[in-house]
């Protein structure tokens, strides 16, 4: 998901 | 992961290490600005909340960790272990210019109005200005450490190449992200003042130092 793709980042 | 995501996260790990060694070493916090410091932890600490909720991978999980505790162990040394060394006279912007709006724009333009969400875009927020007391405790003394000068362009390299991930993964994967967009983009500009005599007076082995 979008939030999931957001969060991959630091 | 794409090439600019990667040389960013070890940019970025590169300057939060030199200033801890850089402290460490001299066993003096001379010339950094504990509030920008106390700022990075709390923008870590609001953002990383989601290692209690989801599980990406061992790498993001490890770097989080590692940024989370390493700014940690920062503020101690700045407050605690070497408080004596601490400028605070210096150190005087006004944080809560800074975390009072930041917090009331978190509430006002998130993604989703729930609190780890609200405390996510809080962080995204912050950390775009988190610098400001650092580069306001430069211009108030009109210099710095040539070791301080390469933390903060690590920093903002970071940053600066973020932007390039954000355009690699809008073309290639169709993702971007608004909220951190904008406030990257602010942050990165912040910096640019800073490049500029990075680049002029620290790499031709000057001292950086201000016109009073």
């Given at each position: 998901s979008q939030e999931l793709l957001r969060h991959d980042e630091l | 992961m794409n090439i600019f995501r990667g040389i960013a996260d070890f940019s970025h790990l590169a300057a939060i290490i030199i200033l801890l060694h850089k402290i460490w070493k001299s066993r003096s916090c001379a010339g950094i600005s504990g509030k920008s410091q106390i700022l990075f932890a709390i923008v870590f600490t609001t953002r990383y909340l989601d290692l209690l909720t989801s599980f990406i991978s061992l790498y993001n999980t490890s770097m989080k960790v590692i940024y989370i505790s390493c700014s940690y162990a920062t503020v101690y040394l700045i407050y605690m272990k070497f408080r004596a060394t601490y400028d605070g006279n210096h150190d005087s912007f006004r944080v809560e210019f800074l975390v009072v709006p930041v917090g009331g724009l978190a509430v006002l333009i998130?993604?989703?109005?729930?609190l780890l969400e609200i405390l996510w875009t809080f962080s995204i927020y912050l950390e775009s200005v988190a610098i400001l007391p650092q580069l306001f405790m430069i211009s108030k003394t009109g210099e710095a450490e040539t070791i301080t000068t390469h933390y903060l362009f690590c920093l903002g390299l970071y940053r600066a190449l973020y932007l390039f991930n954000w355009i690699w993964r809008f073309y290639f994967e169709g993702f971007f992200d608004m909220i951190a967009i904008v406030a990257g983009l602010v942050q990165t500009v912040l910096y640019c003042d800073f490049f500029y005599l990075y680049v002029t007076k620290v790499l031709k082995g000057k001292k950086l130092s201000l016109p009073a």
């Open positions: - | 998130n993604h989703d109005f729930a």
